[in-house]
């Protein structure tokens, strides 16, 4: 019995320290003010330019969307626009699928350089 009660006085219990509840933090709030000026900030601002050119979209304009489809706006409506991909084929796309404004002409420039048979 007396071995047992040796290895039980012998376990001494040591108080943690008392500072380091606060200092755990630290390292937490750093990772985290990182992670906001290298993900979250420039995700957003990104967001905003977007929002800000969908917005200023205009019957004339000529587009990428997203799937890479090169188009001339010719209707509008508040979510879908009507392009004009050339040689009469006319698609109806979501606003937020508008990818860049490309410079007037690249339609044209595009459609030159590509011949029909």
Do not use: C, W
Request: glycine content about 10%.
């Amino acid at each position: 019995m007396s071995l047992f009660i040796a290895d039980a006085l012998a376990q001494d219990a040591s108080a943690p320290p008392p500072d380091g509840g606060l200092l755990g933090l630290i390292p937490l709030l750093i990772i985290f003010i990182i992670f906001y000026f290298l993900l979250i900030r420039p995700q957003v601002k990104r967001a905003k330019e977007h929002k800000k050119m969908v917005e200023s979209l205009a019957v004339g304009d000529e587009v990428v969307t997203s799937g890479g489809i090169v188009g001339k706006v010719v209707a509008m409506d508040e979510s879908f626009l009507t392009l004009d991909a050339g040689n009469g084929i006319q698609l109806v796309v979501q606003r937020n699928a508008i990818a860049a404004v490309v410079p007037k002409g690249t339609l044209k420039t595009a459609l030159a350089g590509k011949k029909t048979d």
